[in-house]
């Protein structure tokens, strides 16, 4: 595989949310706007460039049967790093991403990029499939993110685009979570099928 | 009143999965049937309130003396994902018939973010031991409403004529959705 | 290179190192964050208190007291002074009737108890409805506005209790517990104005009132 389709793998053919439906719950859970949605996604690459940076470093010295454990150590350590960046410099995200932050420790697409490649490539390959899976999952993440703001509120980013009261309320909501999520999937499988 | 309070918010108002967002994984993926919603659920309510018990010393006995609140993510998870395995081990070896019932969920559950959430939620909201068990108890059992309630609709939807783009997980997001807008109606009763 | 074998001393081991390695450059990564975080959380303050109180020269979280309310809660009061006048207090107030739970407000008091400004600080109000009060209470439109009033004069309730407010639309219980909010911080503060804490200034009237 060359490094081109190892980086963009991430974000059509193996698309963390659309195609692997990994790290379902900081998608729904922040995409009320595709600001939120952008910042959470850019903070789960970095966590997910640099665990895997370090996974793939220290493979060879980790002991198979503690394997997981080591991951974890290594994937929690960096999810604090980020936690307290952004607590200290971008205030106001952090309190709107809130308890999802910690949680990107739990989010099966780290752990499992750090398993199911870092622990078998070279230290190259496997931050370039890190910042390509990651930048994919954000583009997800902003897509849905837009999908809701616009639909929901009137906004794209933060600006106006049609009066707040016209918006379909419910697409901020968490039903309107899922429902974004659904036709989203639904639209990318048929396009899929065509290409 | 108190704990009537907390369960019912817990449980309709802010349920776990269809509010908060949490442990979406396994509610997309062990979902397919009402026999494996159930088994989760066994699973998930019996290492979430061990291990909302466990976090809870942790963050008052060690985590908050020595002053280390920031390694809370860290130690907190690390105390999951062992802890289900020893629940894994014990179970094998006091219970066979329930580690037949609970044991393919077990090794799941480290990576479901309800756990982690819940026992990092229990000290945001200052709740003592008490509060803290009645919560996580609550929220499996939310999860546990959410997740069989789901496994229902979707092993009817088997039977029904899908159009071809929506099969499959999309018209499930779908249902979910439904199911979310349904709970919604829970809110403000507390 | 070959694999580390999976004995036991070996798993302690790395587990003992990568844990080590973590514990430490995460309580250097604390160190160096801590000024920032303690900073960025003094200066959501301070714009808060600005916003409800403008004007004022001194550094009101130095001056910071606590009240307690009625209800039992704990409300943090800023006195806002320019040279040795006081322009105002803004107050942490808050109230638990919220739709979704708690609400918690900056208020802004002129000493005699009219309201300067308000800003909300935390609530989980529905999105698109409830979270409408960030800006509804303000504007200029039929009986919405609140500023310039005063608890006392003004009966700060909604028209639908009987009071001269226009709640939000379609979210009666968050603008009840709004405005239950700031009652909360007029009556604490009026109840505990007895002391001449504010004897400097033109309402020492304020405190006999009950």
């Known amino acids: 595989m060359n490094q081109w389709s190892n980086f963009s793998k991430g974000f059509f053919k193996e698309n963390a949310v659309f195609t692997l439906l990994l790290g379902m719950c900081p998608t729904l859970g922040v995409t009320s706007s595709a600001i939120d949605g952008l910042g959470m996604g850019l903070a789960t690459t970095f966590v997910l460039v640099m665990s895997n940076l370090v996974v793939a470093v220290i493979k060879d010295f980790i002991p198979d ?85 616009l639909l929901g509120s009137g906004k794209l980013f933060g600006t106006i685009i049609y009066p707040e009261n016209y918006g379909m309320l419910v697409f901020v909501l968490a039903p309107g979570a899922f429902i974004a999520l659904g036709y989203l999937i639904a639209f990318i499988n048929q396009v899929k099928k065509e290409a | 009143m108190e704990y009537v309070l907390i369960v019912i918010s817990a449980i309709f108002v802010n349920n776990i999965v269809l509010s908060q967002f949490l442990g979406i994984c396994p509610f997309l993926g062990v979902s397919k049937k009402i026999s494996t919603g159930i088994g989760m659920t066994g699973a998930v309510t019996f290492v979430m309130v061990i291990a909302t018990i466990v976090t809870f010393f942790l963050q008052k006995a060690v985590l908050e003396p020595f002053g280390v609140g920031y390694l809370q993510t860290i130690s907190f998870i690390l105390v999951i994902a062992s802890l289900v395995q020893l629940v894994e081990i014990i179970l094998k070896k006091v219970s066979p018939p329930l580690y037949q019932a609970l044991g393919v969920f077990l090794p799941l559950i480290t990576t479901n973010c309800a756990i982690l959430g819940v026992a990092i939620m229990t000290i945001q909201k200052d709740f003592n031991i008490v509060e803290s068990v009645v919560f996580a108890a609550a929220n499996a059992i939310g999860f546990g409403l959410a997740l069989i309630t789901f496994a229902g609709i979707r092993e009817q939807l088997d039977l029904m004529d899908i159009p071809k783009g929506m099969k499959g997980t999309p018209i499930a997001l779908v249902v979910a959705g439904l199911l979310a807008l349904a709970f919604m109606g829970f809110a403000g009763i507390v | 290179m070959a694999k580390t074998e999976s004995t036991l001393k070996n798993m302690v081991l790395t587990l003992l190192v990568i844990t080590g390695i973590a514990g430490t450059s995460l309580g250097f990564m604390y160190e160096l964050t801590k000024g920032p975080i303690a900073a960025a959380k003094a200066a959501k303050q301070q714009a808060a208190i600005k916003e409800v109180v403008p004007g004022f020269d001194n550094n009101p979280g130095d001056e910071m007291y606590e009240l307690t309310s009625k209800e039992g809660f704990a409300l943090k009061v800023f006195p806002a002074k320019k ?75 909604i028209t639908k209790d009987g009071g001269e407010v226009d709640a939000i639309t379609a979210a009666t219980i968050s603008s009840r517990a709004f405005l239950d909010a700031v009652r909360v911080a007029y009556e604490t503060y009026s109840e505990n104005q007895s002391s001449p804490k504010a004897d400097n200034n033109t309402s020492v009237e304020e405190g006999g009132t009950e």
Not at chain 3, 127 to 147: C, E, H, S, V, Y
């Open chain 3, 83 to 157: 040279g040795d006048e006081l322009m105002g207090v803004a107050i942490e107030s808050m109230t638990n009737k919220g739709f979704g739970g708690n609400i918690k407000i900056m208020v802004g008091l002129k000493p005699d108890g009219t309201l300067i400004n308000y800003q909300v600080l935390e609530h989980k109000e529905t999105p698109g409805l409830g979270t409408k009060m960030d800006d509804w209470f303000k504007a200029d439109k039929g009986q919405q506005n609140i500023l310039g009033k005063h608890p006392k004069t003004n009966n700060l309730t």
């Open chain 1, 65 to 149: 049967k503690v394997r997981i454990p080591s991951f974890i150590v290594v994937i929690a350590t960096f999810v604090t790093i980020v936690e307290m960046t952004m607590q200290a410099y971008v205030p106001a995200l952090f309190d709107s991403l809130g308890l999802f932050i910690p949680l990107i420790v739990v989010n099966c697409l780290v752990l499992g990029r750090a398993e199911a490649f870092a622990s078998k490539n070279k230290l190259g390959a496997s931050v370039i499939d890190g910042l390509g899976m990651g930048l994919g999952f954000a583009m997800a993440l902003t897509i849905l993110g837009s999908v809701r703001e």
